[in-house]
């Protein structure tokens, strides 16, 4: 059998013009992801509409003060709330891609040459779009209606804008990871949204979490939503609120520490893990 | 003549279904390459195998000069990929998809000159999601052609094209075929094998069962003819002299005469075994 040239087109391709850049095509990623958000408008509607309706239920439920400081039950769940706010992407990415998975989208892009990093990053830039979009409406929320003071020092904003930052990252590549595990888009929602409300209630979102049990909180030390909760917490209750925390401190460092190890993590988890096809295509 | 694609002894099975079962494929870059073949025949599995999509069990594939089953970025800048099924229901635009897809690829082509060439120029500024199935179909073209592939895959690319809408997918295939593409493509409709391949294969059970030209497929040129006339019929090798022979008979016109030969439909449900 005689050997088949290919020369003619790798001396093509040496002359071709260049791959677009993953940087490029991530950001068009992101404009294509929010255009697409914008548009499905009552997925986008419930989706804000969500932490406000928590706040404003729990904030006039719980309206007391807590004792020995000077805050309101409200003012936790307005950080508690923010925190979840932050990790709303885990939930939305890991059923959208699974659905996304099973309806042949993810199929057809892995045909192109764009790189899986271009397509983590135009969901992980959406998700910080809508998630900031969440949490400036609970700001604004929280300001108006339930005694929020908004911190006035630029050290908690730069604190406010890392925990934001790294837990939506963590959060977003978390939720890229695990869409993966459901065995089929029908089933991706149970599979998710499960560990995402079993986490906002061991994360200190809904219940503080001086009261929670000391194995409940170890677990919920592993994942990212504690620590979300926890510098958040640092941003808007500021020393009075200190004295709540199991160990009267908001431990910023380890905040860091975790959330960052967390974007890593994700991000290998990610790269080493992520399926374009759903399972059952060959 | 470079070869674009070259198959030997590829198989591939799902649990107890032996989906391909031995198949050796040589494809010239710049031929326009028909695969034929019933449904579950094993089209999809052998042409998503080539794409990259699924992995095989056995034999050696090369796809431009690269193993499929590692894809890289440039590789897949040069092949074109019309999935047989593609589900979504964008948001977009027909123009913002075809857009943002050109934005993939190094060498892309213009998109509203591809928008007109699939025919919908009037539909550029719709979005996916509204248009009817076989719009729909065009968008998926559409986004195959986008990056001026050297190869491009079209897995039953007009199942619910209209008539004018296939004819004009047929022009879009010649046209890239003149400018050099290599086209290979599964299909169901032997006129668009006739008007479209250089050469065809046709798959039953996961095997190749005959490959040429439509037009000599299987023995088809040189097969008996039949001429039928009203009161009988004979099958010969020399229909000719059957006619003259019957003209004299009649005595001139002979009434209800036809001269056929078997019909790529014909040789294709023979081969096929039905
Ligand atoms: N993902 C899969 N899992 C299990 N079996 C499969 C899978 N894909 C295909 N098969 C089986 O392999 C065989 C070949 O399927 P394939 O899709 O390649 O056929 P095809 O020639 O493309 O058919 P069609 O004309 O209907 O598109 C069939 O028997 C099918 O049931
Ligand atoms: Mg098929």
Redo the contacts between chains.
């Keep these: 059998m005689t050997q088949?040239?290919?020369?003619?087109?790798?001396s093509a391709?040496a002359a071709?013009?260049?791959?677009?850049s993953t940087l490029?095509?991530g950001l068009?990623q992101a404009a294509?992801e929010n255009?697409?958000f914008f548009?499905?408008r009552d997925a986008m509607i419930f989706t804000f509409s969500f932490p406000i309706i928590l706040l404003v239920i729990f904030g006039s439920i719980f309206s007391s003060t807590v004792e020995g400081t000077g805050l309101t039950v409200s003012q936790l769940y307005v950080a508690g709330l923010i925190g979840s706010a932050t990790m709303t992407g885990f939930q939305n990415l890991g059923i959208g891609i699974a659905l996304?998975r099973d309806?042949?989208?993810l199929?057809?892009l892995?045909?192109?040459?764009?790189?899986p990093a271009a397509y983590f990053m135009g969901k992980a830039l959406n998700t910080l779009l809508v998630s900031f979009v969440q949490v400036v409406i609970l700001l604004v929320i929280g300001v108006a209606l339930f005694d929020l003071d908004l911190p006035s020092a630029a050290s908690d904003w730069l604190t406010f804008t890392w925990v934001f930052v790294l837990g939506v990252l963590g959060s977003s590549l978390l939720g890229i990871a695990v869409s993966s595990l459901p065995r089929s888009g029908s089933s991706a929602s149970a599979v998710i949204a499960m560990p995402f409300v079993v986490l906002q209630f061991i994360s200190g979102v809904f219940i503080p979490a001086r009261e929670l049990p000391e194995w409940l909180s170890q677990i919920a030390a592993i994942f990212p939503l504690k620590w979300m909760c926890q510098g958040f917490r640092a941003v808007f209750l500021g020393e009075d609120g200190a004295t709540l925390e199991p160990t009267n401190s908001y431990e910023l460092g380890r905040v860091a520490l975790i959330l960052g190890a967390w974007v890593i993590g994700g991000l290998v988890l990610c790269l080493t893990t992520f399926r374009w096809?759903s399972r059952n295509?060959? | 003549m470079?070869?674009a694609v070259?198959v030997r002894g590829l198989t591939?099975r799902?649990g107890d279904v032996q989906a391909v079962g031995g198949i050796d494929l040589d494809i010239d870059?710049g031929e326009v390459f028909a695969i034929l073949g019933p449904n579950g025949a094993g089209k999809s599995?052998t042409v998503?195998i080539l794409?990259?999509?699924?992995?095989r069990d056995a034999g050696e594939v090369?796809v431009?000069?690269t193993d499929p089953g590692r894809p890289t970025?440039?590789w897949?800048?040069?092949?074109g990929?019309v999935?047989q099924?593609?589900?979504?229901a964008?948001?977009?635009t027909v123009r913002?998809t075809v857009r943002?897809?050109a934005?993939?690829?190094?060498?892309a082509q213009d998109p509203d000159e591809v928008i007109e060439r699939v025919g919908l120029a009037e539909k550029a500024g719709r979005?996916v999601g509204e248009l009817s199935g076989g719009q729909r179909r065009r968008v998926d073209v559409a986004?195959g052609v986008i990056?001026s592939p050297?190869l491009l895959f079209l897995d039953e690319p007009t199942t619910g094209f209209d008539p004018e809408a296939r004819r004009r997918f047929w022009e879009l295939i010649q046209g890239l075929a003149h400018e050099g593409t290599t086209i290979v493509l599964t299909t169901h409709y032997l006129d668009e094998v006739e008007a479209l391949a250089d050469r065809v294969a046709v798959i039953a059970r996961g095997r190749i069962v005959a490959e040429g030209e439509p037009s000599t497929l299987g023995g088809r040129a040189t097969a008996q003819a039949t001429v039928r006339w009203a009161g009988g019929s004979v099958e010969t090798g020399t229909p000719t002299r059957t006619v003259m022979e019957l003209t004299r008979r009649f005595d001139g016109e002979i009434p209800e005469l036809t001269v056929t030969r078997p019909s790529l439909e014909d040789v294709y449900l023979g081969l096929i075994g039905s």
């Excluded at chain 2, 794409?51 to 992995?55: H, I, K, L, N, V």
């Excluded at chain 2, 897949?76 to 092949?79: C, F, G, L, Q, T």
Aim: hydrophobic share 20%; aromatic share 6%; charged share 30%.
């Design positions: 088949t040239t290919t020369a003619p087109s790798v391709v071709s013009p260049a791959m677009p490029r095509l068009s294509a255009r697409t548009r499905r996304n309806d042949g989208t199929k057809r892995a045909g192109t040459p764009l790189p096809k295509d060959g | 470079t070869t070259k591939k799902y870059a599995t998503e794409e990259g999509y699924r992995r090369s431009l000069g970025r440039e897949r800048s040069r092949v990929i999935l099924s593609t589900g979504d964008g948001e977009m913002e943002h897809f934005g993939y690829y190094p060498r979005r986004l990056g050297e």
